[in-house]
């Protein structure tokens, strides 16, 4: 079964990060892997469209990858980094949350502008762990049957 609401861990996945926005008053959050594919997001205040969502979403993905995970990618997979960041201001966009876990995995959390940021991250770092599990118990994005490499990292 693909990803996607119909699939029931993806459906309890998505409401983890729901539950995670609204705790935190942040704007989106998302778990993405290494190579930065996106496996599930979510937005607390969807008053744009679907469409501008997702642009949304892929440009604030692409700045934490680029600015955090790229440069550790290969330590983070063989287990020798954890990225743990939390970056408030100064330019728009700037305000978010980022934990890795698994090895391959990046959870991170935006925020609309300034945040309480110890207390943001210790929520975070206290749900992690739920969202791990979760995020482990999905199936790969191309189905059960998938043997590419997506498949095997995720497993």
């Known amino acids: 079964m693909p990803l996607g609401i119909d699939n029931p861990a ?9 539950g995670l926005c609204n705790a935190l008053g ?14 599930c997001a979510y937005f ?19 700045v934490v990858f680029e600015r955090h ?3 550790i990618k290969d330590q983070m997979r063989r287990g020798g980094s ?9 330019a728009l966009g ?15 959390v935006w925020f ?7 207390p943001s991250i210790q929520h975070v770092r206290r749900e992690l762990p739920r969202i791990e599990a979760l995020t482990a118990a999905l199936p790969p994005p191309d189905g059960p049957d998938a043997d590419g490499a997506v498949a095997k990292r995720h497993a």
């Open 69 to 71: 995970v790229a440069p």
């Open 112 to 118: 609309a502008g300034r945040f309480p940021e110890l």
């Open 10 to 18: 993806w459906a309890a996945l998505s409401r983890a990060l729901a």
């Open 44 to 62: 607390a205040s969807p008053n744009a469209s679907t469409e501008d969502l997702g642009e949304r979403l892929e440009k604030d993905a692409m």
């Open 94 to 108: 700037d305000f978010y949350v980022v934990e890795s876990f698994a090895n391959i995995y990046v959870l991170a």
């Open 82 to 90: 954890r990225l743990r960041v939390c970056r408030s201001g100064p």
């Open 26 to 39: 942040a704007t989106h959050a998302a778990i993405f892997d290494e190579s930065c594919l996106m496996w």
